[in-house]
């Protein structure tokens, strides 16, 4: 039999028909149709889904992995998430937790192109947590988030992203506000010796992102923030062939209403598909993360995987200067801090503030 | 005030604390930051995100409407759906149920293109539903799909999909596939009479499918089918505006069934960004869709709505002959009747059984 991809579901069901309902879901994520109906001997032995296990979770729930042909996914983005999820995720008694992918297939999504290693040493070379901080809210003018950049840069930050929700609006465009922005990014830089970086929030279709990139490396940038179940995993997929000098930091927003893991969907299919660092909402926000599946989640982003580069975990949503030593602490070097509203919260004291954090994180 | 869109939630919450969650989450899905941070006037004007009602349906539920900024969007539709629910799709107690949006905005996205009349008068003329069958399972070669697709077209039926499981797998890639399958039902059809269409499932990046589509119509086809979550929405707009010939018809593949509500998804959002037909699952199936559910997607996808044309519904997932008189009844005659896996069931009987359900479909 030709390689399988292992998927990881979790079913409700009454033990009686556990067993019928997952053929039933391996018939749904392959061949979608009555299994007594096919007559073609490929379709039967290498096609068709496979129930490979089943294990009672108790409470109703069962683990159920079903072994999925490499070859119906084609190493293409979007594929490979309809035939993990696709039409079963709209039953809403199963649940996608994880998924195991054979080693031809993370060799064909190829995964980060910088990775943990090569973004670090491009960026400070020092073993610690990368430093960041984002601009909002959406509505300022360029002027505004270029005032708010300068300011922030000047703390020493590594990292300055936009907002996810900076796009193309009419009021901060990409073209009016990443050119402002870098601008005064610069300016700060030059005073504080620290070359903080900063990833403008690509979006649109596959034709915008290419014009936003090519304008993002014209002005020096060589990193980005996207959201790829927004913009699509096939345009993502697509631009981190396209730009292999450009680092990619994922950000999971829409990634939730799908009924997938976060662990497998940020941890492992971003990276898989070449995410060099992502952004999650991590434990002990406003987002209700367990600490389980964030340590699960950036296990999935570090572990060796098949010779695929890892990926830099930012925790987010509701961290704090409070909270630095523990992140660290949890989360380990090889990481990034990130704190957005809790910094911006102290406005006329901003600059000050970012530099506390820089040096907390700097510190023993 | 600027216009708003009003998006509709469902929260889980005590009836203490639902003021305070509603508030977070307008805050969530628009600044996203402390307000009291905020000093732009244009901003707390203008961008903020507004508590507009809540209502309690009871049982720790709560109905809320949120009113935001319509140039937040900036008529992109990745940002559509980062602004309804980017970031709360991973907060577990919302889900998001419904949303109106200005007329500014539906001019903006502009709607299908063809539309229910303009894609029935192409195809019949006469006023009764659509027939369609599909060709699976994937895993046939080229060869195996034609036949297959021959022996349905000599039943004499409207369309013929792919299902949404062809790709661009090795064993059937679409430059093999599609030319196969389209000559296949070009010489069933000019047996019958009828002019069957053939739907190709596109998929990939914007460039795998603009070049899917070019050749799709080299080849003389007018239709193809689209997974809009699985290419993601900004490609699906991004192609709509560029082939305004074409008929598209969205799959909801990957759409999820708890966090977002179908009948807007499907019905309201697809159609918005071009959709001509949507498949979706229909009550008395295997996805467990009700009939409330299936009623307001219809509803949604055929009422007036600022001028944009309608989208025709097929309901799927496990549709049988014996039910084409009540579907009928339910769905009206701007619709289309879907069977898959019931015909093919029917084996060597294929062609009959097709005539068989093309003529009910066509009878009182």
Redesign the interface.
């Known amino acids: 039999m030709s390689e399988r991809i292992e998927a990881v579901y979790h079913i409700r069901s009454d033990a009686a028909s556990i067993e019928a309902r997952a053929c039933?879901v391996a018939v749904?994520q392959?061949?979608?149709?009555?299994v007594?109906?096919?007559?073609?001997r490929?379709?039967l032995d290498?096609?068709?889904g496979e129930v490979r296990s089943i294990r009672d979770l108790g409470d109703g729930l069962f683990e159920t992995r079903i072994g999925l042909?490499v070859?119906?996914?084609?190493a293409?983005a979007?594929?490979l998430?309809?035939?993990l999820?696709?039409?079963v995720?709209?039953?809403?008694d199963v649940r996608l937790v994880d998924a195991h992918l054979p080693p031809s297939l993370l060799h064909a999504f190829g995964g980060p192109s910088l990775g943990v290693e090569g973004w670090m040493s491009r960026l400070t070379g020092a073993r610690r947590p990368l430093t960041m901080s984002n601009l909002?809210?959406?509505?300022?003018p360029p002027e505004?988030l270029a005032d708010l950049a300068g300011r922030l840069a000047l703390g020493g930050l590594d990292l300055i992203k936009d907002?996810?929700?900076l796009?193309?609006?009419?009021?901060a465009s990409f073209a009016a506000r990443v050119p402002a922005v870098a601008a005064a990014i610069r300016r700060a830089s030059d005073k504080t010796g620290v070359r903080t970086r900063y990833l403008p929030n690509i979006?649109?279709?596959?034709?915008?992102l290419r014009r936003q990139l090519d304008l993002a490396r014209s002005l020096g940038l060589d990193g980005v923030l996207i959201?790829p179940m927004?913009?699509?995993?096939?345009?993502f997929?697509?631009l981190r062939r396209d730009y292999p000098d450009v680092a990619f930091m994922a950000h999971?927003?829409?990634?939730?209403?799908?009924?997938i893991a976060?662990p497998l969907l940020v941890g492992r299919i971003f990276r898989l598909l070449g995410a060099d660092a992502v952004v999650f909402?991590g434990y002990g926000g406003?987002?209700?993360t367990s600490r389980q599946d964030c340590r699960t989640l950036v296990d999935n982003a570090r572990v060796p995987w098949g010779g695929l580069k890892a990926t830099l975990p930012f925790p987010a949503?509701g961290m704090t200067l409070e909270r630095v030593r523990e992140l660290k602490e949890f989360y380990g070097p090889d990481s990034g801090l990130f704190l957005?509203?809790s910094l911006?919260?102290?406005?006329d004291r901003l600059t000050k503030q970012t530099a506390v954090f820089v040096q907390a994180v700097a510190g023993p």
């Open positions: 039933s749904e392959s061949v979608e149709m009555p007594a109906a096919i007559g073609d490929f379709v290498e096609i068709l042909a070859e119906t996914v084609g293409e979007g594929q998430m309809n035939m999820f696709g039409n995720s709209l039953q809403s909002k809210p959406q509505g300022l505004g907002d996810h929700g796009a193309q609006q009419p009021y979006t649109g279709s596959l034709d915008d959201l927004v913009v699509g995993l096939p345009s997929q697509r999971p927003a829409l990634a939730g209403s799908l009924r976060l909402p406003r987002f209700g949503g957005g509203g911006l919260a102290t406005t």
